[in-house]
């Protein structure tokens, strides 16, 4: 008996589909189940596909496509439809896709195979139905849209491996799952679930050649379904009792493609049978070429946290042996964005005379060139600093080096070769003594936390960036650093980033340094120790925590930047990282500064050190007293001397009863005397300022020059007990007639002036009228 005789008996029919030539060749039985006259034929592709339904002829390309990607059979139920569009049966076609590839390089298929009719269940019968419907469609579209985002969300392996254990697949979720990655010759587990600790022992290091299915998907490139144990044991009897011990029925082995390259294989197993139809086997592979890219991503990221953490790492130096009497803490956090590096760097360097140094600085922008300058110039100021140079040589050396290395690296029109600046600040420190001298090249000013928590920008005298012009040179600012108070240095992304100004983002940090002071007595031992370390934490975590999305700048982007902070503490009462009883805690709070001829503007400077001095003062009138007062006796010195003004404030007492003493000192031997100014005088008031604003005042001779000196007694703001007192407008004119004027005019808007010109006329109380071309007065105020 002929086969197709035998195929014609169990309503079985042959089909070969060329789909180069577009025709279908059917043999009598393919053709009477086609629904055409039952003779052999070869008809054009249109005609063929008429007499399927149209939802089944949507999904043969997708079977098609699947089985040659897996080489396996091509496999559908299709109904056939006749002139009229009712349905005369449905048939299972399975077929063998063949590739042929024309000389052209074109890639076309013919699929040969057999289409058998197949008995459709009648309504109450118990028959399985595996029709695949809309809403399992819909569910499978669902759950590949979830797990794609879901993958490509995924950061690391570890994240990928997380997210793969959390699929659930529609209508067959696998309970236990594998990553099978490649190391040379032999096959890894890169993760597994639904295992238990050491199952992943015998397959470990397992060579390609062994006879295992994950083996030979990674040898093959093409999938491997076992519906059934017996399935299994047939296929690889070698390594049938790794398996059976987990008691799984079938499993499914997929090949994890990346651009044409097998990485490793992905295993599902379930305790429950899976014929593995082609809709399932469909959204295996999909996840598995979704798993593959992700795990693909995941490695690539990884590599690159990887080396520039080491690149960083490298970069960054280690703080060093501890200082006796110091405490340092530093974090470096680089930009959010990119590889990840920047040019944001802090040193700590042991000078020759016993003394050390602490560095910050940034380098212009956070890619890998501003890393690379970044150590380059890293090294060059600890080298000039290692050789002895004081603070100020140091950076005059470092600019000549960063201009020299900038403008030698090639093209400046290249964007890679373009010249970059750096910003510095060099503070050199004698940890026995407190003493800094702080060189600093366009970089944000220190900040100093005092030991009652009160914390100040500490101005000093700085110069251009580094690189910008080569020979420049960088004055140096000296103060002390008193037992119990902490230094911070930082670069300006601590500040800005965010959507931070400088203004904004200095009020943040001050909020921080302030509020942590709580608490500083009570600390003791390893807690004293690790105080430094947390504080560092909370700075970082203000600007890149959660809580930075609540507290965002006035500007509109959030300003991403690489972050580098230093904090220095000397050890005292109150400071919260040790004690240090042979340096008992100064009393309440402290602050000095020097404003010299040639810096006029400067006396802005110690308006705003008063007023961050007495920022939490009770009474805001005193503040105001003091901040004119203060602004008298600098510009005084600068209109009346030669000489630079020594300006030292000091608070002492407790909250609400606190004293403050203001001295101004200067190299002038004339003394200060009362006057008689006219009404039109443009000076001469200084001394009626004096004894009506101030609680006492005085005079100090020196031996060389004299210091100038007042005291207020903090007081809080009088209740008078009447509702409509109000005793603030009359104020202004109360003290108007003392000094002989009509109108002090500007004295309210004191403290919205930010800036002075080469004389200073802030205090319209007693400065020259500089419309009027007449020569300051000779005689002190």
Not at 124 to 138: E, I
Not at 292 to 320: C, D, F, H, I, Y
Not at 562 to 570: E, G, K, N, P, S
Request: glycine share 10%; net charge negative.
């Amino acid at each position: 008996m002929r086969t197709e005789d035998v195929l014609a008996a169990v309503a079985t029919g042959l089909w070969r589909w060329d789909n180069a030539s577009g025709t279908v060749s059917l043999d009598s039985e393919a053709a009477r189940l086609l629904g055409l006259p039952a003779e052999p034929a070869v008809l054009p592709e249109v005609a063929v596909r008429s007499r399927f339904h149209p939802v089944d002829w949507n999904e043969i390309n997708g079977i098609v496509t699947l089985a040659v990607a897996e080489g396996t059979l091509a496999e559908a139920r299709l109904r056939i439809m006749d002139e009229d569009g009712r349905v005369l049966r449905t048939v299972r076609s399975r077929s063998k896709p063949v590739e042929n590839r024309s000389a052209t390089g074109r890639v076309d298929y013919e699929l040969i195979g057999t289409i058998q009719e197949i008995a459709e269940p009648q309504p109450g019968t118990t028959a399985a139905h595996t029709t695949v419907t809309g809403d399992w469609r819909r569910s499978r579209e669902a759950f590949l849209l979830d797990a794609g985002r879901a993958l490509a969300e995924a950061r690391s392996t570890s994240e990928v491996l997380r997210v793969a254990a959390s699929l659930s697949m529609p209508g067959f979720s696998p309970d236990g799952l594998a990553v099978f990655g490649v190391d040379g010759e032999r096959l890894s587990i890169i993760g597994h679930h639904g295992h238990g600790p050491g199952d992943e022992g015998p397959f470990t290091d397992m060579r390609l050649d062994t006879d295992y299915p994950a083996a030979e998907v990674v040898r093959t490139g093409r999938a491997i379904y076992l519906p059934s144990p017996g399935d299994y044991k047939r296929r690889f009897p070698a390594t049938w009792p790794l398996a059976q011990r987990f008691g799984r029925i079938s499993w499914a082995f997929l090949p994890l493609i990346v651009a044409g390259r097998t990485m490793g294989a992905w295993m599902a197993a379930f305790k429950h049978p899976v014929s593995f139809s082609p809709d399932e086997r469909s959204v295996l592979t999909t996840v598995a070429r979704m798993l593959a890219q992700a795990l693909q991503r995941a490695g690539v990221a990884e590599s690159e946290r990887e080396l520039t953490t080491g690149l960083q790492r490298s970069m960054m130096p280690t703080l060093g042996p501890e200082i006796p009497g110091m405490r340092i803490a530093a974090r470096y956090v680089p930009t959010g964005g990119g590889l990840q590096v920047g040019g944001d760097w802090y040193d700590v360097i042991p000078l020759p005379s016993g003394r050390f140094a602490l560095v910050i600085g940034d380098v212009q922008g956070h890619d890998v060139r501003a890393a690379g300058l970044m150590g380059q110039l890293r090294i060059a100021v600890r080298a000039y600093a290692s050789e002895g140079h004081r603070p100020d040589a140091v950076l005059s050396r470092a600019s000549r080096f960063l201009a020299g290395l900038c403008s030698a690296q090639g093209d400046p029109d290249s964007d890679f070769h373009s010249p970059r600046f750096a910003t510095c600040l060099y503070a050199e420190c004698d940890p026995q003594t407190g003493r800094l001298e702080v060189a600093r090249a366009g970089h944000p000013e220190p900040a100093i936390r005092m030991t009652d928590g009160t914390v100040m920008m500490r101005p000093t005298s700085g110069g251009l960036p580094l690189g910008i012009v080569p020979d420049t040179d960088y004055p140096t600012t000296r103060f002390t650093l008193e037992p119990g108070e902490t230094m911070m240095l930082c670069t300006d992304g601590l500040i800005e980033t965010g959507g931070h100004d400088l203004d904004t983002g200095w009020a943040r940090l001050r909020a921080i340094l302030e509020s942590d002071l709580h608490g500083a007595d009570e600390r003791q031992g390893h807690e004293a120790r690790a105080h430094l370390e947390k504080l560092a934490d909370l700075l970082v975590q203000a600007v890149h925590g959660p809580s930075s999305h609540h507290t965002t700048g006035p500007l509109a982007d959030r300003r991403e930047d690489d972050i580098a902070v230093v904090l220095l503490c000397r050890e005292g009462g109150r400071c919260g990282c040790g004690t240090d009883t042979a340096h008992p805690a100064r009393p309440g709070r402290r602050t000095m500064l020097t404003v010299a001829q040639a810096e006029p503007e400067r006396v802005t400077g110690a308006r705003q050190q008063i007023k961050e001095l007495l920022h939490d003062w009770a009474d805001p009138e005193q503040v105001d007293s003091a901040v004119l007062m203060v602004s008298e006796m600098v510009t005084n010195v600068l209109m009346h001397t030669d000489g630079d003004a020594l300006l030292v404030a000091e608070a002492v007492g407790e909250p609400g009863t606190r004293r403050l003493r203001v001295e101004v000192a200067d190299a002038s031997d004339e003394l200060p005397h009362k006057r008689q100014p006219g009404e039109m005088a443009s000076s001469g008031r200084g001394v009626l300022l004096m004894e009506m604003l101030a609680d006492s005042w005085g005079v100090d001779p020196r031996g060389e020059g004299k210091s100038i000196w007042f005291e207020l007694h903090e007081l809080s703001k009088p209740d008078s007990g009447l509702p409509d007192a109000d005793p603030a407008p009359d104020a202004a004119p109360d003290l108007a007639a003392a000094l002989g004027l009509d109108d002090l005019g500007g004295l309210d808007d004191l403290d919205e002036v930010d800036h002075v010109d080469a004389v200073d006329l802030l205090d319209e109380v007693d400065l020259l009228d500089a419309d009027s071309g007449r020569d300051p007065d000779p005689e002190p105020s």
